[in-house]
């Protein structure tokens, strides 16, 4: 996967998992025209990955790990 790392996108509409814990340490994303942006939950200000859609598609369908 191919990550940009960017300053935070404005408007984003960020979200994360429902099966994240009420702890904080999660990774949002946010979908964008033609891309994905995610980062991390505890840092909103902080830098931003932005994929191409196919590469979070690839991710977040790959099978897990053994």
């Given amino acids: 996967m191919n990550g940009t790392n960017r300053t935070n ?4 509409r960020w979200r994360k998992s429902s099966h994240s814990g009420d ?20 840092d909103p200000a ?9 590469a979070w598609a690839a991710f977040t369908t790959a099978p897990p790990r053994p």
């Fill in 9 to 12: 996108p404005a408007p984003a």
């Fill in 46 to 54: 902080g830098p931003v990955l932005v994929f191409p859609p196919h």
């Fill in 23 to 42: 702890e904080g340490a999660c990774v949002e994303m946010a979908p964008l025209p033609g891309a994905v942006a995610v980062r991390d939950s505890k």
